[in-house]
């Protein structure tokens, strides 16, 4: 099956320092994809339970049951996990989105709702690699966060951006789809972020909720 735009938008990266940021003795494209893979689902298992800080290139390697030779043959640094990580991120949420065929969709607002409603879900199901990722990224030195900011500009920001710039044409914001875009994909990670201040309502109440308040904030209903 052939990958929509949405995907390939993450998975043809890099764009700016990007294809400078991670260094591999391997030129196979493929197997550098399957190590990173592979990388990303072992170090979560550790970095969730400890954190960035406290977490050693040592125990990443244990995670993801590779020597520390193995494991310098595709990073360099926990930096160069972090930033794995964050792009892993974006990669399961374009999936995500992707289940809801939203490139069938021909109408801009309902393409809008039907991606807030399945945003709002990934945010609850996804809660732990969020929280890690808002808590986290502070610790990247100066190259890395530079390109994860450009990552989120580009791939989380700029897609809400690109979806209210549509609806805007027909029918007008309560202002700026640029500053709109910026504050939606803001707004989206209360869910994760505040979690804890939502234990015993009904998942559908929450969800239903904020869809309520977001479309009538942009003055959509």
């Not at 990934?122 to 994860?148: A, C, G, P, R, T």
């Not at 500053?179 to 009904?202: D, E, H, Q």
Request: net charge positive; hydrophobic share 40%.
């Amino acid at each position: 099956m052939s990958k929509t735009d949405l995907l390939s938008k993450i998975e043809n990266q890099p764009f700016g320092l990007i294809d400078k940021l991670i260094s591999s003795s391997s030129k196979d494209a493929k197997l550098i994809e399957a190590k990173h893979q592979k990388i990303i689902e072992g170090a979560c298992s550790v970095l969730f339970e400890k954190g960035y800080h406290m977490t050693t290139i040592r125990d990443i390697a244990k995670a993801c049951h590779m020597s520390m030779g193995q494991l310098y043959h595709y990073i360099s640094s926990k930096d160069d996990v972090l930033y794995l990580v964050h792009k892993h991120m974006q990669k399961v949420w374009y999936e995500y989105l992707e289940r809801s065929h939203l490139e069938k969709i021909e109408d801009p607002l309902q393409k809008f709702k039907e991606a807030l409603y399945r945003s709002l879900k990934f945010m609850i199901e996804n809660k732990k690699l969020i929280q890690f990722i808002y808590s986290e990224s502070k610790y990247l030195d100066k190259k890395h966060l530079q390109v994860v900011l450009e990552l989120d500009e580009k791939n989380v920001i700029g897609f809400w951006q690109n979806l209210l710039r549509e609806i805007h044409k027909s029918k007008p914001l309560k202002g700026d789809p640029d500053f709109l875009g910026n504050l939606i994909a803001f707004i989206l990670v209360f869910l994760s972020l505040r979690s804890w201040t939502l234990r015993g309502k009904p998942q559908k109440k929450i969800i239903d909720s904020l869809l309520d308040f977001i479309l009538r904030g942009l003055g959509l209903i």
